[in-house]
């Protein structure tokens, strides 16, 4: 098997299988509890936040501090808190600007389409070729805009904005304006650290998720900036018995927080995907005529988008999925929706060419050893059978 899909999810890392044991085992109390046994799950859920606040490059807080990062179901949930828990904060916040871009993962642009109709502006700043339109960016920031929501890598395009460049120019306009980044395609996964550390980014709040990282599936987190929390900037969505500081009630899933703490201290090698990425590209440009590579003006080293002469994404993902090599069709929160792809569209692919755009993922943790010369020499020559099967010249 060849899996190169994990933008979708990534499989479960051995080490994270094992601390998630451990605590089913051992650490099974509620974290509410006020006897020995939910001390324990406290404690283990202490742990795991500061673990996944360390890998954001916080460091150091002291324990009255660490409600700057809730867990979460997912990142799709942490992405709802973060925009409705903004937006809907203070009354004076109705009708407010939000700027945003037209490719973002649709637990961004679905929220921003709901609060749009609720009377808020919602501003969509061009990302053609993969780059952020400065220009357009500072023209719609002022001093009524709320909170500038910009993502760090696009999942379908693997696109790498300039948030922090974004994030300054706002901060520079609008010294209150609240920024946003949904970073779970980017968290772990660039080589430079200050591409996924908020106080890097200048970040209000950021989004991650443990299954892209090789961590379990149904648990995210949202980081949230101190001056948010002791401004009240943000509120809670929904209600209950107050845990995660009363921002996401309910019972905490203590195992997925272990297992999200083990993810974050795996190794990984970003170097190693982009080295595949730039080996892949090379074969098919002497092994599959036709492919074209749609290379943004700053590429993650982790995603490869490719759009195929006259043969449809879904057809080319079942043909491949046939020989065990596994890639998608773009985002796979949304493929199966057969909608024209938003990403690939703002991108600058017609629909007919977004139709016809497969999404190769690379593993930056456990799996990259499937990166190997042959690995890559293995997709390309199944693509370009593909292409000689399926292609109507």
Known sequence: MLYLDNSATTPLAPEVREAMAEAYDEVWGNPSSLHSAGNAAERLLTE?????????????????QLNRLIFTGSGTEANNIALFGTAHAKPSC??????TTPDQHPSVSEPLRRLEAEGFEVVRISVKGGALDMAELEAALDSRTLLLSIMGVNNETGAAYDAAGAFALARRINPEIITHTDAVQSFLKLPDPSGYQPDRLNADLMTVSAHKLNGPKGIGALYISERLLT??????????????FGFRSGTENVAGAAGFAAACGLPRSPE???AARSKIIALLAERASGVAVNQPASAAPHILSLTLPDVQSETMVH????SDIYVSGGSACSSRSRKVSESLTAFGLSPREAARTIRVSLPVGAGSEALTDAGCE??????????????KR
């Open 48 to 64: 795991s936040r500061r673990a996944v606040l360390e890998a954001m490059g916080i460091r150091n807080l002291p324990a009255v």
């Open 231 to 244: 401004g009240k900037r943000i509120a809670p969505i929904m209600f209950g018995g107050g845990q995660e």
């Open 319 to 322: 043909f491949l999925s046939q």
């Open 378 to 391: 293995a997709f390309a020559d199944a693509l370009a059978a593909g292409l000689a099967r399926l292609y």
């Open 94 to 99: 109705r009708g407010m600007r939000i700027v």
């Open 272 to 274: 190693t995907a982009a």
